[in-house]
């Protein structure tokens, strides 16, 4: 049923949706689906009755589509002489090698006929067009060029001269008002202009202009085009009324534009990681389909630019990630070789040495002792430095009980402890211990290992001890490999086992990776070695 997923696919997109035969006739009567999309229990009756029907999406305002067929390489090359180098729009190629081309639906734009001056065709109001990957009766298919699909680059507006001749050479009808507007083309221009009602001029004007504005028509042209408009009212539309219209037309649409081209860059520039188009969206708070369809370009021109900005998600689509050029400098010259002199629970100061700025993790499976590990490590280093020791699961209460359980009087501990679950760069103290128990992530594991690299960036001469949970039988907790790439130290931790997984900077020529101490835990704050650090 992959024809009926596709199909519902499409229609949850915004896109009206219709069931056609190998002969590119639709198998049902489409014409009320010009004016409203179909239910998805319409779609799964269709594609239960002909499961192998072709999809077809209706163009025009009902989707928000209009499309450029090209069936031979003379019509492609004719459009691509409308298109800048730069251009970038959804693609798809036919079974007969051709091509689609989507763009956003403009006002005005229908379906070419067999009159038509143009090599390609247009498929706007009244349309439809089939969709990939639907299969035609002679297992031709209709497939998105890579990297081109709907889901990947949203339909941009058509280029303004573009747009507009095709304005000039189409029937442009159904103006607001029930105005109808009668426009020829002839070598290139308009020919003549006959309005049906008076006193309405001011308004198609208005509109117009904008929609050359929208559609990138330059501003000389845009006068050109209406100029011959304006002559032909009557009486004559006065010029200079005309130029203001059409200068503030576009400058509303430029200002617009550069306004959310700028507002995207500068909310681009202060991100860390993978972000989506909906929590951008969202950070707008209120947001037309018109601007989301921009700001989707804006990205895309972003990933685009020379250098890049930004990225795609390799995976998931709709994420991108802010790429960070900018590199600090180091000083190796002048850089300190003085150590941390921090002691750890179970000894591992002996074959490890800790360095300002260092990430390290402590990965555990439930109750294999993390947090008596990290609270024993406060309790060896308290005196000495200055902790601080975020919780993601324990209240006051709880972390009372457990520190009573260490047999020290409760106002001798000195170290600071606050709640905290989420976003621990934030609050990392860059000269100090950081102690977090734990980092948590219930979906979305990948994002650890970028996690840790943010808790690293906010480094200085302090360093970080990071707990994750694992499962039992891994060595490594959640993230899996993408939690290995910042530590200095990684111990993993189960069943009254400790492993040391990454040990970098060794205190001797021993290579203390693979070592492995078996040890007790009681009352969940003792560590009693059973047996000492040892190759297993």
């Not at 006002?107 to 390609?120: A, Q, T, V």
């Not at 439809?128 to 035609?136: D, G, L, R, T, W």
């Not at 909906?278 to 389909?289: A, D, G, P, R, Y």
């Not at 402890?417 to 990948?446: C, M, T, W």
Request: glycine content about 8%; overall charge neutral.
């Amino acid at each position: 049923m992959q024809s009926l997923d596709n199909a519902l696919t499409y229609l949850s997109r915004g896109f009206s949706v219709i069931p056609v035969r190998p002969d590119k006739k639709p198998f049902i009567k489409w014409e009320e689906f010009q004016k409203r999309r179909p239910t998805e229990d319409e779609i799964r009756q269709w594609w239960t009755k002909w499961p192998n029907a072709m999809i077809g999406i209706v163009t025009g305002s009902i989707s928000g589509l209009d499309i450029v067929d090209t069936d031979s390489r003379g019509a492609d090359e004719e459009l691509q002489s409308y298109l800048s180098d730069s251009f970038v729009c959804p693609t798809q190629r036919t079974p007969g090698g051709g091509k689609h081309y989507l763009f956003t639906h403009a006002e005005g734009i229908r379906n070419s006929n067999d009159r038509s001056p143009f090599k390609f065709h247009v498929r706007g109001e009244g349309g439809y067009f089939i969709a990939a990957p639907s299969e035609n009766g002679n297992g031709g298919r209709y497939q998105w060029l890579e990297g081109l699909s709907i889901e990947e680059v949203a339909p941009p507006p058509m280029p303004g001269l573009l747009y507009k001749e095709l304005i000039n050479s189409l029937a442009l009808g159904g103006y607001r008002g029930g105005t109808e507007i009668s426009v020829t083309k002839c070598d290139n221009s308009l020919q003549s202009v006959t309005l049906a009602e008076e006193g309405i001029r001011d308004n198609i004007i208005f509109h117009l202009a904008n929609f050359l504005a929208k559609g990138g028509c330059p501003e000389e042209e845009a006068f050109q085009y209406l100029e011959i408009f304006a002559k032909s009212c009557n009486p004559i539309f006065p010029l200079n009324e005309m130029k203001d219209k059409i200068k503030s037309a576009m400058k509303r649409d430029w200002v617009r534009k550069r306004n959310m081209a700028q507002w995207v860059e500068e909310w681009v520039g202060v991100t860390f990681g993978d972000f989506s188009v909906t929590e951008l969206f969202n950070s707008l708070q209120s947001v037309t389909s018109d601007e989301k369809t921009n700001i989707r370009q804006i990205l895309h021109r972003l990933c685009k630019a020379e250098p890049p900005i930004l990225e795609r998600h390799p995976q998931k689509n709709g994420f991108y990630r802010r790429i960070k050029t900018e590199c600090e400098e180091i000083d190796f010259l002048n850089a300190s070789c003085q150590t941390i002199d921090i002691k750890w629970p179970l000894g591992i100061e002996r074959y490890i040495i800790t360095l300002p700025k260092n990430v390290m993790v402590i990965a555990g499976s439930k109750d294999a002792g993390k947090t008596g590990y990290l609270l024993n490590l406060v309790r060896l280093n308290m005196n000495r430095f200055s902790i601080h020791y975020f919780s993601s699961e324990m209240g006051r209460i709880e972390l009372k009980k457990r520190l009573e359980k260490f047999g020290l009087p409760i106002e001798g501990w000195r170290f600071k402890a606050k709640e905290r679950s989420s976003n621990f760069a934030d609050v990392i103290q860059p000269n100090d211990i950081n102690i977090i128990d734990y980092l948590e992530v219930s979906e979305d594991f990948y994002r650890v290992g970028g996690m840790l690299r943010e808790i690293y960036e906010k480094l200085n001469q302090g360093i970080a001890i990071v707990a994750l949970q694992k499962n039992r039988g891994r060595d490594t907790g959640v993230g899996g490999d993408r939690s290995l790439e910042k530590p200095r130290l990684y111990l993993s931790l189960e069943g009254g086992k400790a492993k040391i997984i990454v040990g970098k900077n060794w205190t001797s020529e021993i290579n203390p990776v693979g070592l492995q101490l078996d040890f007790k835990l009681a009352q969940g704050c003792k560590f009693i070695i059973q047996k000492d650090w040892y190759r297993g």
